[in-house]
């Protein structure tokens, strides 16, 4: 009999987090970067699934945490952005997972942190907002993998960072909430490649930044928790793509931000760790679309937040470092 829960599996060899997570086409998790509590990172290493073990690969040629990692199409991983002591990046790196080797590719227009980078359907990648250090950013460019260049598109109706985006069934991309130039935003847009343009969307029934979200299986999104500006939600809500409007559905048990969202093979939605008014939370809750409603699950080995989940292809889910009083090196499987 196989019991649900957590299990703990192998250590990385650097405690971490504000790094990013990618599942490469090999099966292997690709991490990078982040912070240890004393440093910025240039560390990237490999956990396998199969042995349970990490191993250190190439070193990043620029130190960052709160970057964004994607998977290109041709199986290299883009790493762009982020922060690097008093230095806000613009810099962006490509890793070729057969050599293990990291390559410089060009440059962003605009240094950010705290972006999203959604890979399009015609395998461009648009990177959307961030924080350059001095202001919020309303900008958006694209990445072209064939020529290893960046250029400019259509700018967003809010400047924002720390929002999360989606690539929806029709191609078009939505991105919501986060912090916009004076407060936490409750709107979100879309945009559609074929115009290189951004229109307005629904409005969220809750502002939120260290929110988490996820594509649903019925092309819906979900959008769980985070921060308002003065308190932690444990409101969700859901959009409809069709409708392009945004209803309630089943509150979280706990209130949490800076915590993950990973759609199952079953179709359910794992929410995992973050934290709430008054602590940092080890607990994990199902979210089920068919009810609307959230039940609690096993309570993860440690408490944390600003971590990382990754769906494996075995259907487990791998939760790497974070923070809960220092930077944590420990991982574990749901």
Do not use: Q
Request: proline fraction near 1%; include cysteine; aromatic fraction near 8%.
């Amino acid at each position: 009999m196989v019991l649900l829960g957590w299990i703990t599996t192998g250590n990385m060899n650097n405690a971490r987090y504000w790094h990013r997570a990618s599942l490469l086409t090999n099966g292997k998790v690709l991490v990078t970067g982040g912070w240890d509590y004393s440093s910025f990172l240039n560390s990237t290493e490999l956990y396998d699934p199969s042995a349970g073990t990490w191993a250190t690969t190439g070193s990043l040629n620029n130190a960052r945490s709160r970057h964004a990692s994607s998977v290109l199409t041709n199986g290299k991983v883009l790493v762009t952005g982020g922060r690097n002591g008093s230095s806000y990046l613009n810099s962006a790196e490509l890793y070729d997972s057969l050599t293990g080797t990291w390559t410089p590719t060009g440059n962003m227009h605009d240094a950010r942190l705290e972006h999203v980078a959604s890979v399009l359907t015609n395998g461009k990648v648009l990177i959307t907002g961030g924080w350059d250090g001095v202001s919020c950013l309303n900008s958006t460019e694209l990445y072209d993998p064939s020529t290893g260049t960046w250029t400019t598109t259509g700018s967003m109706n809010n400047a924002r960072y720390g929002g999360t985006a989606f690539i929806l069934t029709n191609g078009k991309v939505l991105i919501t909430g986060g912090w916009g130039i004076t407060s936490v935003l409750n709107t979100t847009e879309l945009y559609d490649s074929s115009t290189e343009t951004w229109t307005t969307t629904g409005s969220m029934n809750n502002a939120r930044y260290w929110h988490a979200a996820c594509l649903l299986t019925n092309g819906k999104v979900l959008v769980t928790g985070g921060w308002d500006g003065s308190s932690y939600l444990n409101s969700t809500e859901l959009y409809d793509p069709s409708a392009g409007t945004w209803t309630t559905t089943g509150s979280l048990i706990n209130g949490r931000s800076e915590h993950t969202a990973s759609v199952l093979t079953n179709g359910k939605v794992l929410v995992t760790g973050g934290r709430n008014d008054s602590s940092y939370l080890n607990s994990a809750e199902l979210y089920d679309s068919l009810t609307g409603t959230w039940t609690p699950t096993g309570n993860m080995h440690d408490a944390r937040l600003e971590h990382v989940a990754s769906v494996l292809i075995n259907g487990k889910v791998l939760v790497t470092g974070g923070y809960t009083n220092g930077a944590l090196n420990s991982s574990e499987l749901y």
